[in-house]
């Protein structure tokens, strides 16, 4: 057995980890990202308490039983009726053989995002193709633009990468980078896409645009000048909370400048989070930041665009962040915990309780294994053979199985048993991991997918025109409800509900609650009590909520983004009142 494996977490770094001779995971030293060290989520994986057996109505059942229900179970459930619903607690590309007996059986399954689909889609339509960009990029850059990103918490292991280059931070939260930027724009909320027009504009204004770019790659950039005046300066910067002197200090550092912008999900989480996406890769356009040494712009990447999976997708889906449980039979969960993670989660919870046989495969308890029939206890990514393409990066790493264990089952069992019941194909569980191992590629030591480019855009886009598209049309999104503005970033001690959740609402002491105040918070969608926690690092117009709270999707509503079908979790302005 090998002794080294992957991350399967839902993270930008995909960390190398190396066993030790006691066990223990450590992180890789040769490994170029994770440079010897993992994060706390890593560090204490051990001790987190995991579902030790399967259960069905409360009983314990031995694992013989619990397949027996199943496959019963969905012998007697109507296809159509049949939902697949596959979180992401382990981004592993063999959690996707349950999505292949899914498909062959005729269920319905899920598309659209809970997580980055809004932002996804805007650079789609501008760039074609949403590749990401790799830290050593990034180290190659002089100036690196964060813009609702927080990277101590979420991609710790670029933090070596910004060392000794001036930093930009654009976010509402005086973040842990933000401390020691050399210029923090505390945004107001929901106004990126004005700041991404003006700073585009005043590009232009000032000649930094790229001209011998712009000619190959972006000729509709003067619409795109002419739709960034339509914008009013003074006003507009009143309202975002932007100075002149902000943007002409951010023009001023990327002059003649390597810059990188590594945007994030907090940009996205609203009805028009595409278009936020494409105006901010249109600022980087203009300044041909594409397909340049120590230049680029970067989101959550694609992990799986061109690569080939072995697996059937399913065929018949449903917007996720939207679906209705109640519309089906038999709920079958992977992976996942959408009654605490998908929004307006009392309708979601009441919604569920309709569902004729709710069953959860899973590795903790949360909301969504407490109120499911049968529950089956997953392995661990440790216990099982498998392999992690990376959304930070190219890396595509094997996982090997460094642990014998009895508890639960693998993905990949549990699909060929269904599959063998049901009379239906599935390719060896080799046959899989081969048609992985076959699209890497090593470069010192490491896998990579084969066919990225060295430099992201290096040979243009893959629109239509093979040109950037520019974003032509405006819609701000305003919102002029009352009220505070939610935040619902990612904690650093969980990841999303998995791990030691947070718990509480952060507002800025000069709010008028005192810190362990007990509030009533609510929106148009529903509300929750929670305890105060003073936090000098925020805006006064805004609350922090972080995501995995429990009861903080209570607050946040059953839409769509306008484009790329994903949730919208910072739509709702809050209330907040004393109890
Ligand atoms: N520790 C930890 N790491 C994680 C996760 C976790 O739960 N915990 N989750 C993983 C997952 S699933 C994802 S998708 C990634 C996401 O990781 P990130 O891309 O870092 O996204 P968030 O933490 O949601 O938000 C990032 C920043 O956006 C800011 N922000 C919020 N609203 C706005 C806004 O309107 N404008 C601007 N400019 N900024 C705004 C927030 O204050 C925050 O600092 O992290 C992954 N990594
Ligand atoms: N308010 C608010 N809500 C949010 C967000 C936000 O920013 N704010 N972020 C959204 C985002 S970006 C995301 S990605 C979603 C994430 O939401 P979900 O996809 O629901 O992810 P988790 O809450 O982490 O639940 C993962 C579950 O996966 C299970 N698991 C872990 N490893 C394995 C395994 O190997 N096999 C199996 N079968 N199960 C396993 C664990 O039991 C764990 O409870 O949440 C979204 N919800
Ligand atoms: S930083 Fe991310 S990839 Fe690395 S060990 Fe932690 S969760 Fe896993
Ligand atoms: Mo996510």
Known sequence: MSQTTTCPLDCYDACAIVIDTNGKLKGDDNHPVTQGFLCPHLNHYDEFER????????????????????????????????????????????????DHFFASMGAVGT????????????????????????????EEADVVIVWGRNP???????????KKKSVVVIDPVQTALAKTADIFIQIKPHCDLQLALLLSRFAIIEGSQDEVFLEEYGSGYQDFYELTQ????????ENIDVTLGQIGSLLGLIRGKKTVILVGAGVQK?????DVLRA????????????????????????????????????????????DFSAFETVFVQGGNPLGQMPNSQKVRDDFMKVGV????????????????????????????????????????????????????????????????????????????ETFYDQMVSK???????????????????????????????????????????????????????????SGIHLHPKCGFDAGELVMVSSKNGSIQLSVVHDDRLRSDCAIIYAGTPGVNNLTPTLLSYEGESAVYQENKIKVEKC
């Open 358 to 433: 709710k069953i959860y495969f899973g590795l903790y308890e949360n909301e969504t294994s407490k109120e499911c029939d049968l529950i089956l206890p997953a392995k661990t990514f440790l216990e099982k053979e498998d392999v992690r393409s990376s959304y930070g990066d190219f890396t595509f790493q094997k996982m090997s199985k460094l642990r014998e264990c009895e508890i639960g089952i693998g993905e990949y069992d549990l699909a060929s048993q269904l599959c063998a019941h049901f009379n239906l194909s599935i390719p060896s569980q080799q046959e899989c991991l």
């Open 444 to 502: 010192n030591g490491v896998d990579y997918r084969k066919n990225m480019p060295n430099i992201p855009y290096e040979n243009g886009f893959e629109t239509d025109s093979g040109e950037f598209e520019f974003l032509d049309e405006l819609d701000l999104g305003s919102n002029d409800e009352e009220g505070f503005s939610l935040l619902s970033p990612k904690a650093a001690r969980s990841l999303n509900s998995q791990f030691h959740r947070s």
């Open 111 to 138: 598309r659209g995002s809970l997580c980055d689909g809004a932002g996804e889609a805007g650079i789609l339509e501008g760039r074609g193709i949403n590749y990401a960009l790799p830290s050593s990029i990034v």
């Open 51 to 98: 579902i030790l057996e399967p259960r069905f109505k409360g009983k314990a059942v031995s694992m013989p039983e619990a397949m027996e229900i199943l496959c019963d179970s969905l012998q007697n459930s109507n296809p159509d009726k049949t939902l697949f619903y596959r979180g992401s607690g382990n981004i592993a590309l063999m959690q996707r053989s349950c």
């Open 270 to 274: 609203y009805r028009n989070g595409a």
């Open 280 to 323: 901010i890769d249109g600022f980087g356009a203009i300044l041909g930041l594409f397909g340049k040494a120590g230049c680029g712009v970067g989101f959550l990447g694609s992990s799986t665009h061109g690569l080939e999976l072995p697996f059937r997708r399913l065929q018949k889906t449903v917007p996720k962040p939207t679906l």
């Open 230 to 237: 339509s914008l009013r300066i003074k006003a507009t910067l």
């Open 152 to 162: 101590h918490v979420t991609h710790s292991h670029l933090l070596g990468a910004l």
